[in-house]
């Protein structure tokens, strides 16, 4: 196969992942509503010492998924 056929292959499958996600967000959701707050309690809870956070998921245009948050961490300086 050609070079230009693997690429219109590779463009389908990319094409097919993309729709996947739209029409499936409930389950991209899980998916990475699962992973993130695994790596957030295993991992930064503990390395960053948190006593309280806050955090969102938002969704680009593109289908890309992103978060904000914000941590108080345990024994930090109070600021006046």
Not at 47 to 58: A, M, P, T, V
Request: proline share 2%.
């Amino acid at each position: 196969m050609s070079d230009e056929g693997n690429s219109r292959e590779e463009s389908d499958s990319a094409k097919q992942r993309r729709q996947n996600l739209i029409n499936n967000p409930h389950i991209t959701t899980w998916f990475f509503n699962k992973q993130f707050n695994s790596f957030f309690q295993d991992m930064l809870i503990q390395q960053w010492d948190l006593e309280d956070y806050w955090y969102c998921f938002k969704w680009q245009h593109k289908g890309s998924v992103y978060i904000h948050r914000i941590g108080k961490i345990k024994k930090t300086p109070v600021i006046n």
